[in-house]
């Protein structure tokens, strides 16, 4: 049954779910069907591939009913293995049979006509690059390219360096680096359009090399699903690998499809129902209540929020979504500080937001650092602000760590500043000046220094000391509050090494 294994990597019964949801319910039609892929179009029609004795079906209503398509080819006798849909809307899908027959079929009339784009091997993914050529994988026939929307095929197999010729799998990243998984040699990449590859499973076990799905994210991460190994994630192109499977075990190792939604949030879809991470899969959640069956074999999402997920039977939705719905998680770098920004589309249940630091040099890793209270209920969008301020030079990283009031929370995406120490020594002018009672002043130093901030009288008394210690290279703020100095004009000085400035001050009250 090797052959039907390395086919579930592309297939799946339809269920659906709220992005970021964890309870499923099942949908009516395709009860009993077994659909093996899925795909979503611009309009929210979804299409639903089932094995060798049906067809491929549409929904219109979010999988509430089903219709059949395509019964006008063979697609009668063929297991649709992938669903592809351009951005012009034209469909694309990928075939075989128990004889290892199949081909590329398309339909530029959402799914009521079809017709063969030449080839009729055993197909089981489709990518397409920047350039719209289009690249297939294939079992026992390597991969295939055609430049010219199918009217003739290159293949690239072992002369090129493509030494494992049952391919599972195919995706093309922003550069038009195209990674391609296989039944038994891991992952292998090729950076020129497929003219030549090389293999690269750096950090992926050799009993792992049994890739069933790949999915790459807005950052260029790539994720590798494998057949009892778990998931393996790469941050530089494929060079080097490593295993991200907290919370994933047993036959919830076993990952048939891999979806990456806009929020970055990443869902599984396993032997053991559906996974999800919301740390770029650092840790992983089993989202299975409600879902009668756990054999799932495919994902997909749509812009209505809801995810579908293909199993052994039937088609299922989720109903209960999580307390927020982040739309957007931004920073600004600012003068003195940094700001963090997002927004929510929806929040139910929403106690706060955690928001958590994490220094580059810090051995202690993410520190809470503020706390921001959520709005509970909300269909609108609400906005929300933290400062982080104090900071030296350096790296650093923060996520939000969204709280329901039931105590249930999930991580945001982690977003990054890096903060150069400053060139120079400087002093500015304290702000608001005049003031009454509490200004601020802000200084720089490049280098570690003994650092003394004072402030003296016109007569050169010192009346207050602000700091008096050794400081690292950064921009610094400080509070000076005047409360018990009469209302006059003031001098404050800065030492720091052999530098010193000074700037006058006016209290008046």
Do not use: C
Request: aromatic share 12%; charged share 15%; glycine share 10%.
């Amino acid at each position: 049954m090797k052959f039907y294994t390395l086919i579930i990597a592309q297939i799946f019964v339809v269920f659906s779910t709220i992005y970021s949801q964890n309870t499923w319910e099942r949908t009516n039609g395709l009860n009993s069907e077994r659909i093996y892929s899925l795909a979503v179009n611009s309009s929210g029609d979804i299409f639903a591939g089932t094995d060798t004795t049906h067809y491929t079906f549409r929904s219109t209503d979010n999988g509430t009913s089903w219709i059949n398509i395509g019964t006008d080819i063979r697609l009668d006798t063929m297991m649709t293995t992938q669903i592809f849909i351009k951005p012009s809307g034209e469909i694309l899908i990928s075939t075989l049979d128990h004889k290892l027959n199949g081909g590329i079929f398309h339909s530029t009339d959402n799914g009521i006509t079809w017709s063969n784009l030449g080839y009729t091997g055993a197909s089981t993914s489709i990518a397409l690059n920047s350039q719209e050529h289009m690249y297939i994988s294939t079992f026992n026939n390597s991969v295939h390219r055609s430049t010219n929307i199918g009217n003739s095929w290159v293949r690239f197999g072992n002369e090129q360096g493509l030494t494992d010729p049952n391919t599972t799998s195919i995706i093309i990243n922003s550069n038009d680096h195209i990674f391609v998984g296989t039944i038994s040699s891991g992952v292998f990449r090729s950076t020129n359009n497929g003219d030549n590859w090389i293999q690269i499973n750096q950090g992926i076990d050799s009993s792992s090399y049994h890739v069933l799905s790949l999915a790459v994210n807005s950052s260029g991460h790539i994720f590798a699903g494998t057949s009892g190994g778990g998931v393996y994630r790469s941050t530089n192109n494929g060079d080097n690998w490593v295993p991200i499977n907290q919370g994933l075990a047993g036959e919830g190792k076993y990952i048939r499809s891999i979806l990456i939604n806009p929020n970055s949030i990443i869902f599984a879809g396993t032997a053991a129902g559906v996974f999800r991470s919301t740390d770029n899969g650092d840790n992983w959640t089993q989202l299975i209540l409600g879902l009668t069956n756990s054999d799932v074999y495919s994902l997909s999402g749509n812009s209505d929020g809801y995810i579908f997920a293909g199993t052994a039977n039937g088609v299922f939705r989720s109903i209960n979504p999580l307390p927020v719905e982040l739309s957007s998680f931004t920073l600004k770098q600012m003068t003195d500080k940094i700001q963090l920004n997002w927004v929510t589309k929806t929040e139910v249940n929403n106690y706060g937001f955690e928001i958590l630091r994490f220094a580059q040099n810090d051995k202690l890793g993410w520190n809470k650092i503020g706390f921001v209270q959520g709005n509970g209920n909300s269909n609108s969008p609400k906005y929300y602000s933290f400062d982080d301020k104090n900071l030296r030079s350096g790296k650093y990283s923060y996520r939000l760590k969204q709280i329901d009031t039931d105590g249930q929370y999930e991580y945001s995406k982690v977003i990054e500043v890096n903060l150069d120490s400053p060139m120079k020594y400087e002093l500015s002018q304290n702000y608001p000046n005049p003031f009454n009672p509490v200004t601020t002043i802000q200084f720089s130093i490049p280098e570690a220094a003994e650092v003394n901030l004072s402030v003296y009288n016109i007569l050169g008394e010192e009346v207050a000391v602000l700091i008096n210690e050794l400081k690292e290279a950064g921009i610094y703020t400080v509070n000076f509050n005047a409360t018990e100095l009469n209302s006059g004009l003031y001098v404050y000085k800065l030492s720091a090494g052999n530098y010193s400035e000074t700037k006058k001050l006016m209290v008046i009250k």
